[in-house]
C-alpha cells in the first residue's frame, strides 16, 4: 500500500512536474517532514527527478546527443536515453523516455527540428534500411543528382543505408534546405525522381 508521500511523488511525474531545487523541497512540498523515512521513499524514485544544477547537467547532455542528427531526421528515443547518459555521471543518469519527448517539443533544444519514435515503431522500419547496397544502384542514385539537388547514401546511427536527398529552398521561402530520407530501394528512387521532376 502505498503512502502519501508515494503517491504525492507518482502524482508529481504523471504530470511532468519532475524538475525541483532540492529534494527537500519535494518532501516538504508533499506535507511530509524530512527524514530518515522520507528520504528512503524518495530514494526509489529520484531518477525520475531533476534537483538543482542536475536538470542544467541533463539539458547541456541533451543538446549535444541532439545537435549530432542531421535536420528533420528521426531518433529512437529509447536509444537517445542510452546515448545521452554517456555524457552524464552515474549520479544523474536519465532513468526513461519523459524527458527525451518534452525537449523534442522544445525548439531551444530541438533545434534540428528532430522526431523522435519509440523503439517498436523504429524496428519495424529498421529492416528497410538494413541492406547491402550494390554498384549498379549506387550509379542509379548519382545518376538522380540534378541541379540544386542533392542525392547521394548515407550511413545512419544504427549502421545501416539510407538515401538522403536535399532539395533546395523556394526564392520566396525564408526555410533551410529540405533534407528527406528514404530506404534504399527502387520505390525510393522512382519517388525521389518525381520529386525532382515536380521540383
Do not use: C
Not at 523515512?37 to 544544477?53: D, R, S, V
Not at 543528382?145 to 543505408?161: C, H, L, P, R, W
Amino acid at each position: 500500500m502505498t503512502n502519501k508521500l508515494e503517491q504525492f511523488l507518482e502524482k508529481q511525474i504523471n504530470h511532468g512536474n519532475i524538475n525541483w531545487e532540492s529534494k527537500s523541497k519535494l518532501i516538504r512540498a508533499s506535507g511530509e517532514k524530512i527524514s530518515g523515512h522520507t528520504n528512503k521513499i524518495l530514494k526509489k524514485f529520484e531518477n525520475k527527478f531533476n534537483f538543482g544544477l542536475s536538470i542544467d547537467q541533463k539539458n547541456e547532455a541533451i543538446k549535444k546527443y541532439f545537435n549530432k542528427f542531421s535536420k528533420n531526421s528521426f531518433i529512437s528515443v529509447t536509444a537517445a536515453v542510452k546515448g545521452i547518459n554517456e555524457y552524464l555521471p552515474k549520479n544523474n543518469k536519465i532513468g526513461g523516455t519523459s524527458i527525451i519527448y518534452n525537449r523534442l517539443k522544445d525548439s531551444n533544444f530541438n533545434t534540428n527540428n528532430l522526431k523522435g519514435q519509440p523503439l517498436d515503431n523504429q524496428v519495424s522500419k529498421t529492416k528497410l534500411y538494413q541492406v547491402s547496397i550494390s554498384k549498379e544502384f549506387k550509379e542509379k542514385v548519382n545518376k538522380l543528382n540534378s541541379e540544386g539537388f542533392y542525392v547521394y547514401i548515407e550511413d545512419t546511427q544504427a549502421g545501416n543505408k539510407t538515401i538522403r536527398l536535399e532539395i533546395p529552398k523556394l526564392k520566396e521561402s525564408k526555410s533551410e534546405r529540405l533534407v528527406e530520407y528514404f530506404p534504399p530501394n527502387e520505390a525510393s528512387l522512382k519517388e525521389i525522381k518525381k520529386l525532382i521532376n515536380e521540383g
